[in-house]
């Protein structure tokens, strides 16, 4: 199974703040990565997918980049919404698997 | 509009079962993959099962649940189910049904239906 490690397990940010979340998979899986936000008590929502293209619907301030094994999820100024939990998850073979989830606070 | 309606969660013993649905509106049900994702608490998320669309009739699982837990699908109906037998307290957790995107990835989500595993 492909082994997805995300960091940093969680981080403390401020409003306007730019936040940068990394992704390693165990092996490579070229470009089949997807970023969720999750909010307490609600269902995960995708954000990013293919490693860099934005999901209908979800601003700007997020984006993604990276392929083979190395990933990152980027929110370029925080906004009191994003404080969540985000996962990214690898599509590039069975069985799927997800990051540990990475919780983003506020400071 | 997607929408995805889970039912079936509920208090079930140790080495019972449980069958979950949810039922699928606003897409062309048929034609996508589907899958159940878990979240114990106070967890992460954690793929459980897929199943292609298309026609098709590839499944996927976990190897945690696999052997006891059955993804399968009525296209007549818009509604995919689980069958989950021979149930754990490792299985507790919330359950969610997805639909799955061109990628594999999951795109919308159900509001998620509990499954409590205790005597």
């Given at each position: 199974?492909?082994?997805?490690?995300?960091?940093?397990?969680?981080?403390?940010?401020?409003?306007?703040?730019?936040?940068?979340?990394?992704?390693?998979?165990?092996?490579?899986?070229?470009?089949?990565?997807?970023?969720?936000?999750?909010?307490?008590?609600?269902?995960?929502?995708?954000?990013?997918?293919?490693?860099?293209?934005?999901?209908?619907?979800?601003?700007?301030?997020?984006?993604?980049?990276?392929?083979?094994?190395?990933?990152?999820?980027t929110i370029s100024s925080l906004q009191p919404e994003d404080f969540a939990t985000y996962?990214?998850?690898?599509?590039?073979?069975?069985?799927?698997?997800?990051?540990?989830?990475?919780?983003?606070?506020?400071? | 509009?997607?929408?995805?309606?889970?039912?079936?969660?509920?208090?079930?013993?140790?080495?019972?079962?449980?069958?979950?649905?949810?039922?699928?509106?606003?897409?062309?049900?048929?034609?996508?993959?589907?899958?159940?994702?878990?979240?114990?608490?106070?967890?992460?998320?954690?793929?459980?099962?897929?199943?292609s669309g298309s026609g098709g009739s590839s499944t996927y699982y976990a190897d945690s649940?696999?052997?006891?837990?059955?993804?399968?699908?009525?296209?007549?109906?818009?509604?995919?189910?689980?069958?989950?037998?021979?149930?754990?307290?490792?299985?507790?957790?919330?359950?969610?049904?997805?639909?799955?995107?061109?990628?594999?990835?999951?795109?919308?989500?159900?509001?998620?239906?509990?499954?409590?595993?205790?005597?």
């Open positions: 199974d492909i082994q997805m490690t995300q960091s940093p397990s969680s981080v403390s940010a401020s409003v306007g703040d730019r936040v940068t979340i990394t992704c390693r998979a165990s092996q490579g899986i070229s470009n089949w990565l997807a970023w969720y936000q999750q909010k307490p008590g609600k269902a995960p929502m995708l954000l990013i997918y293919a490693a860099s293209s934005l999901q209908s619907g979800v601003p700007s301030r997020f984006s993604g980049s990276g392929s083979g094994t190395d990933f990152t999820l996962y990214c998850q690898q599509a590039n073979s069975f069985p799927i698997t997800f990051g540990q989830g990475t919780r983003l606070e506020i400071k | 509009e997607v929408q995805l309606l889970e039912s079936g969660g509920g208090l079930v013993q140790p080495g019972g079962s449980l069958r979950l649905s949810c039922a699928a509106s606003g897409f062309t049900f048929s034609t996508y993959g589907m899958a159940w994702v878990r979240q114990a608490p106070g967890k992460g998320l954690e793929w459980v099962s897929g199943i649940v696999k052997g006891r837990f059955t993804i399968s699908r009525d296209n007549s109906k818009n509604t995919l189910y689980l069958q989950m037998n021979s149930l754990r307290v490792e299985d507790m957790a919330v359950y969610y049904c997805a639909k799955e995107g061109p990628t594999r990835v999951a795109d919308y989500w159900a509001q998620g239906t509990l499954v409590i595993v205790s005597s």
